[in-house]
T-cell receptor, first 115, second 112 residues
Framework: DTEVTQTPKHLVMGMTNKKSLKCEQHMGHRAMYWYKQKAKKPPELMFVYSYEKLSINESVPSRFSPECPNSSLLNLHLHALQPEDSALYLCASSHLMDSFNYGYTFGSGTRLTVV | GQQVMQIPQYQHVQEGEDFTTYCNSS?????IQWYKQRPGGHPVFLIQ?????EVKKQKRLTFQFGEAKKNSSLHITATQTTDVGTYFC????????????FGSGTQLTVLP
């Protein structure tokens, strides 16, 4: 299995809703990531988990809450989002040795619209 | 944070023409990666360069890492319509785990 699976593929939520994005990989990768991508822009790093522990939080607002229940799963909990949070949310994983990233495998993303 | 500049932002070529995109960093990179994102798709890993002056080839694609490890290029020979997409570089600053950034991307359009 060489894939990163993300669900749902599309999500429309109101500003008062709570929702979660899910990501799963079975490649034995011990680093997992959340990226946010706006149209015609590069992916922006949000969070990095290394060996199931949060290692990087790129000053992301607290309305985004990541969770890594085990080495194969990564969640992003969403609460009280703003319309400007609408974007493609990409999960990625990679082998990690001595902080050396051997290349991301990205999921197909969740296209989020906040109304 | 670290800035990785990528040029050009857009490139339109006729099918069969060559294409090159460049990444430049203000600081030395420990490694650089290249990704391709098709329209409506997600980034797909193409290659990683680690050594100063390294050159790698994948069929019609040639990747180079500069001698000073501050710049890199991706060259496509004889473009095809399947090459359409946005090409991103990704670089990591030497000695830091936090400086992880994608270049701004080059959007390639190939006209048949």
């Amino acid at each position: 299995d060489t894939e990163v699976t993300q669900t749902p593929k599309h999500l429309v939520m109101g500003m008062t809703n709570k929702k979660s994005l899910k990501c799963e990989q079975h490649m034995g990768h011990r680093a997992m990531y959340w990226y946010k991508q706006k149209a015609k822009k590069p992916p922006e790093l949000m969070f990095v988990y290394s060996y199931e522990k949060l290692s990087i939080n790129e000053s992301v607002p607290s309305r985004f809450s990541p969770e890594c229940p085990n080495s194969s799963l990564l969640n992003l909990h969403l609460h009280a989002l703003q319309p400007e949070d609408s974007a493609l949310y990409l999960c990625a994983s990679s082998h990690l040795m001595d902080s050396f990233n051997y290349g991301y495998t990205f999921g197909s993303g969740t296209r989020l619209t906040v109304v | 944070g670290q800035q990785v500049m990528q040029i050009p932002q857009y490139q339109h070529v006729q099918e069969g023409e060559d294409f090159t995109t460049y990444c430049n960093s203000s600081t030395t990179l420990s490694n650089i990666q290249w990704y391709k994102q098709r329209p409506g798709g997600h980034p797909v890993f193409l290659i990683q360069l680690v050594k100063s002056g390294e050159v790698k080839k994948q069929k019609r694609l040639t990747f180079q890492f500069g001698e000073a490890k501050k710049n890199s290029s991706l060259h496509i020979t004889a473009t095809q319509t399947t090459d359409v997409g946005t090409y991103f570089c990704w670089g990591k600053t030497s000695g830091s785990a936090r400086q992880l950034t994608f270049g701004s991307g080059t959007q390639l359009t190939v006209l048949p």
